[in-house]
Structure formats: C-alpha cells, structure tokens
C-alpha cells in the first residue's frame, strides 16, 4: 500500500532565506510608562543581569514542534525564527507624569524594591518624553508633562521629532511602539478615521474625535515604525491606520492585552462549547487598585473595556449556530476600583452552564492575579514578533498581524471577518504562521499517517 502523503500547506511558505536576521539595536517606544510598561523593562534589565526568569513569554520559553510527532523536532521559537536578542532591546517612553521608570515602577507598586534597586541604574536614565494628552480622553487623571501645540497635525508632527531623535540618539536600527497608556474614553469610527485624507484635515482642524493614542499612532506609521494597542481604545482600529500601515510597510495589531480574567474566559468557553454544554449566565467582577482601576472608574473610559471584554463569548459560542445552548445568555463584566488592593487584582466570575437533560451546574473561578506581571511578557513577545514581522517580505505590507490574536482579548481583523477569539485557536494561527514563514509543514494534528 502506498505511503499516505502527509497534509501539505496550500499556502506556498516563505523561503527560509527570506527571513532576515536582524541586525542592530532595537528601540522600544512606549506611549504610557506606568505599570504594565515598568514591569515590562524592569523585567527585561532584570533577565538581562541573570536575576530572575522571564516567565510567561513565548518567544523565551516557547518550543515549537515541527514535523511529525516520532521525528522528535522541538526547538525553542527564539532559536526557529530570527528573533531580536533581549541585549538588543533599547527604550524610550512618553507619560503625563515626569517621573522617570525607576520612580514610576517604584509608585506602581508591582515589583519589590529588592528587585528594583538592583535595576534601578538602568531604570532611572529612562525619563518620559512630554505627552500628547487630553483630559476629556482620561478623565480621571491629570499631569504636567504635557505637550502645547497649535493642531493636533502640531502635536503629531512633535511625536515624529521624539521618533526621529530616539532613533539617532539611540543608535536603533529599528522601533516599535507599545500603547501601554491608559484606556481612553469610548468613541465610534467616525468619517474623520476613514481615509487619510480625511485624518489629516482633521488633524489640522483639531477634530475632536482624534484621542491622543491616534496621534501616536499616526505619527509612529508615518516613520515607518509598527504599533501594537495594549489598550482596548480604537487607535489603530480604523480604515486610515491599516491603509497607512499598509503604505510604509508598517504592521499594526491590538487590542487589549489578554491578560487575567478573559485569558482564562478564552480557556473555559470554547471547553464548554466542544463539549456541548449550555450557557446561562457569565458574570464577572473585578476589583483593582492600581491607576489602571482609577481611570476605568470613570464611565467612559469603562465603556471602553467593557466592550472589549464583552466581545468573546458571542464569538467563541456562536449562538446562531447553537440558539438551544448559547442563544439566551446573561454576560455582565464589572470592575471595581479598590485602593487596598493595588496592582493584585482578584477577578471573580460565576458560570452557570447546563448540560443533559438540560440539568444547571455552576463553575466558580476565583483568580488572585497581578495584572503586570501577566501583561509584561505579552508586551515583550510582541515587540520581537512585530520587530519579525517588518523583517518579513510576506507580513511587513498586510497591515494587521492576525496571528498576533494571541495576545489579545478583543484581536484585529481584516474588514468584515470575524476575530478568532479561542486561546487554543489564536495559539495554533501563530505557531503555524511560524512554520509557514521557515518554509516547514503546518501541523492540522489529523496524524492519519502514523496508522499507515
Ligand atoms: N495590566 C493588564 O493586565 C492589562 C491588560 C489589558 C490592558 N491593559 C491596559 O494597558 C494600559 C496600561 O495599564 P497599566 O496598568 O500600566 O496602567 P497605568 O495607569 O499604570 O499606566 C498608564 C500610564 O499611561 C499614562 N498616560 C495616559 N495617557 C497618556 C498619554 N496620552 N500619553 C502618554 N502617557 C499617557 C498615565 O499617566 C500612566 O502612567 C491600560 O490602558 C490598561 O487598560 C492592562
């Protein structure tokens, strides 16, 4: 009997010469330099000098199988794909505060003072750049380290002089920028986001429906510079920043870093969902106390997170295919401000499923997490994989990295397609687009073959 053919990839994989090695320094930008972003270069300095591990993060733990199971290939990601080195990494950030990172991460709370004095050399020469602000997009916050400008086309052009000088100053041979800022207030697309045209006139005529994260984001694609939204704010979720993506070969990708509680909603629904088991009600409740739990005390800036948040289960259950298990359920999402608690969010949810017979259970999950350190290894396989991602013949002109989903709870998606919201899913989309691009099989996990 012949061999069975293993499953081949339809698309036709990037040749592994066409991966470029990178070379040189790469800059990390950071719009926000609070909690999450503190955590993020504290604990880069910190793996740097051998003091702790950098648990959590793909690109340097992460093995990727490649082949069939019996051939025994798994090598780590970072030793697969050309990923920068964390020697490689440089900063820069821009915040409202003038605090530099090592007082930032002091006031965040996150990290031990033990831990931060022995990176505080490091830390401390990292001093905000003045921001582009404005009170009405985060309203619970104020600060003096402020940009004045006669447009918001004047305040772009002022972020394009901070990229410019980084990238000189610095030596970097490449730069991504992080939003790591806080969650701006709810607003919809409006004409004003659709074209370039259209944004660049309201640039100039200080539309207001242009936040302060799109005048980061504007400004970093004009430079030529990727950007990845860690907020569920729209910033790089419009028409004018995937056309402009596109045209300086710039990838983009957001929202909202999936961290705690949908993380682990990501996990249990689709269980739920292949196992055929009914949904009634998903509540969830949150308290926190750091600056991230003040700015979503206020109702617009909360408007933002929770449409975020709300997003997954329609699209992880389907209800319009499942009306009789999915088509009635209660999801509520609250977050509650709690000083006491600080950056130690407590993330409750109460599930009430069903199954045979339609007889009720419920599941109750009581997460005690710390919100940066969960979201810091995020940050950091971001800006390899994007910094990969402009290396890369096949990915730096597509706009939206989708295999990038992985990392976020409310991911971007090409116009009118549905986002892949399953951890498992959104795992198996970024570790085969790893083996597309080095020219190896896309693993489908049929395993026929081994029956031959
Ligand atoms: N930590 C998590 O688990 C997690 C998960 C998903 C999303 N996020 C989002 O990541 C962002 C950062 O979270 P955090 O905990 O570090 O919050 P944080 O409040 O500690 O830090 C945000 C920083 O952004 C600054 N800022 C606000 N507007 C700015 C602007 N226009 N320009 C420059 N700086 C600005 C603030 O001054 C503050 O220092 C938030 O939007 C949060 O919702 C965090």
């Given at each position: 009997?012949?061999?069975?053919?293993?499953?081949?990839?339809?698309?036709?994989?990037?040749?592994?010469?066409?991966?470029?090695?990178?070379?040189?320094?790469?800059?990390?930008?950071i719009p926000g330099m609070g909690?999450?972003a503190?955590?993020?270069?504290?604990?880069?300095?910190?793996?740097?000098?051998?003091?702790?591990?950098?648990?959590?993060?793909?690109?340097?733990?992460?093995?990727?199988?490649?082949?069939?199971?019996?051939?025994?290939?798994?090598?780590?990601?970072?030793?697969?794909?050309?990923?920068?080195?964390?020697?490689?990494?440089?900063?820069?950030?821009?915040d409202?505060?003038?605090?530099?990172?090592?007082?930032?991460?002091?006031?965040?709370?996150?990290?031990?003072?033990?831990?931060?004095?022995?990176?505080?050399?490091?830390?401390?020469?990292?001093?905000?750049?003045?921001?582009?602000?404005?009170?009405?997009?985060?309203?619970?916050?104020?600060?003096?380290?402020?940009?004045?400008?006669?447009?918001?086309?004047?305040?772009?052009?002022?972020?394009?002089?901070?990229?410019?000088?980084?990238?000189?100053?610095?030596?970097?041979?490449?730069?991504?920028?992080?939003w790591c800022g806080?969650?701006?207030?709810?607003?919809?697309?409006?004409?004003?986001?659709?074209?370039?045209?259209?944004?660049?006139?309201?640039?100039?005529?200080?539309?207001?429906?242009?936040?302060?994260?799109?005048?980061?984001?504007?400004?970093?694609?004009?430079?030529?510079?990727?950007?990845?939204?860690?907020?569920?704010?729209?910033?790089?979720?419009?028409?004018?920043?995937?056309?402009?993506?596109?045209?300086?070969?710039?990838?983009?990708?957001?929202?909202?870093?999936?961290?705690?509680?949908?993380?682990?909603?990501?996990?249990?629904?689709?269980?739920?969902?292949?196992?055929?088991?009914?949904?009634?009600?998903?509540?969830?409740?949150?308290?926190?106390?750091?600056?991230?739990?003040?700015?979503?005390?206020?109702?617009?800036?909360?408007?933002?997170?929770?449409?975020?948040?709300?997003?997954?289960?329609?699209?992880?259950?389907?209800?319009?295919?499942?009306?009789?298990?999915?088509?009635?359920?209660?999801?509520?999402?609250?977050?509650?401000?709690?000083?006491?608690?600080?950056?130690?969010?407590?993330?409750?949810?109460?599930?009430?499923?069903?199954?045979?017979?339609?007889?009720?259970?419920?599941?109750?999950?009581?997460?005690?997490?710390?919100?940066?350190?969960?979201?810091?290894?995020?940050?950091?396989?971001?800006?390899?994989?994007?910094?990969?991602?402009?290396?890369?013949?096949?990915?730096?002109?597509?706009?939206?990295?989708?295999?990038?989903?992985?990392?976020?709870?409310?991911?971007?998606?090409?116009?009118?397609?549905?986002?892949?919201?399953?951890?498992?899913?959104?795992?198996?989309?970024?570790?085969?687009?790893?083996?597309?691009?080095?020219?190896?099989?896309?693993?489908?996990?049929?395993?026929?073959?081994?029956?031959?």
């Amino acid at each position: 009997m012949a061999k069975r053919q293993s499953v081949k990839s339809e698309n036709k994989p990037q040749a592994d010469n066409e991966l470029q090695k990178p070379k040189g320094k790469l800059g990390v930008m950071i719009p926000g330099m609070g909690a999450v972003a503190t955590t993020f270069v504290a604990g880069v300095e910190a793996v740097r000098k051998g003091l702790a591990k950098p648990i959590g993060s793909l690109t340097q733990m992460g093995t990727i199988r490649l082949g069939k199971r019996t051939d025994g290939r798994s090598p780590r990601i970072k030793e697969f794909v050309p990923l920068a080195g964390l020697n490689d990494l440089v900063f820069t950030g821009w915040d409202i505060f003038e605090d530099d990172m090592y007082t930032a991460a002091r006031k965040a709370g996150v990290l031990e003072r033990d831990l931060l004095d022995q990176v505080k050399p490091f830390l401390s020469t990292i001093k905000p750049q003045k921001a582009v602000f404005d009170h009405n997009y985060v309203k619970k916050i104020d600060g003096p380290n402020v940009k004045k400008g006669k447009s918001k086309m004047d305040l772009a052009e002022q972020v394009r002089d901070d990229i410019r000088r980084f990238r000189k100053s610095s030596g970097a041979s490449r730069l991504i920028t992080m939003w790591c800022g806080s969650t701006e207030s709810y607003i919809e697309p409006t004409a004003a986001h659709q074209s370039l045209k259209a944004f660049e006139k309201a640039l100039r005529e200080n539309d207001e429906m242009i936040a302060p994260s799109m005048i980061y984001a504007y400004a970093s694609l004009m430079e030529g510079v990727p950007f990845a939204n860690g907020a569920p704010n729209l910033t790089v979720d419009l028409p004018v920043m995937l056309e402009l993506s596109r045209q300086h070969e710039a990838p983009i990708c957001g929202k909202d870093f999936k961290t705690g509680q949908t993380l682990m909603k990501t996990v249990l629904a689709p269980a739920f969902k292949a196992r055929l088991l009914g949904l009634n009600g998903w509540y969830s409740t949150n308290i926190l106390g750091n600056r991230d739990g003040e700015v979503l005390d206020d109702p617009g800036s909360f408007k933002t997170k929770e449409e975020s948040k709300l997003g997954v289960l329609e699209h992880i259950l389907q209800p319009s295919l499942y009306p009789e298990l999915y088509g009635n359920i209660f999801h509520k999402v609250r977050i509650n401000y709690y000083p006491p608690r600080g950056d130690n969010k407590e993330g409750w949810d109460n599930i009430d499923i069903f199954g045979w017979l339609g007889y009720p259970m419920q599941i109750k999950v009581d997460f005690l997490c710390r919100d940066s350190i969960l979201a810091a290894p995020i940050v950091l396989d971001l800006v390899l994989f994007l910094d990969l991602a402009q290396r890369t013949s096949e990915l730096r002109g597509i706009g939206i990295q989708e295999w990038l989903s992985f990392y976020f709870k409310s991911p971007m998606t090409a116009p009118g397609l549905y986002p892949e919201h399953d951890l498992f899913i959104q795992m198996m989309k970024l570790k085969n687009t790893l083996r597309h691009l080095k020219g190896e099989e896309l693993i489908t996990h049929l395993g026929l073959e081994y029956y031959d």
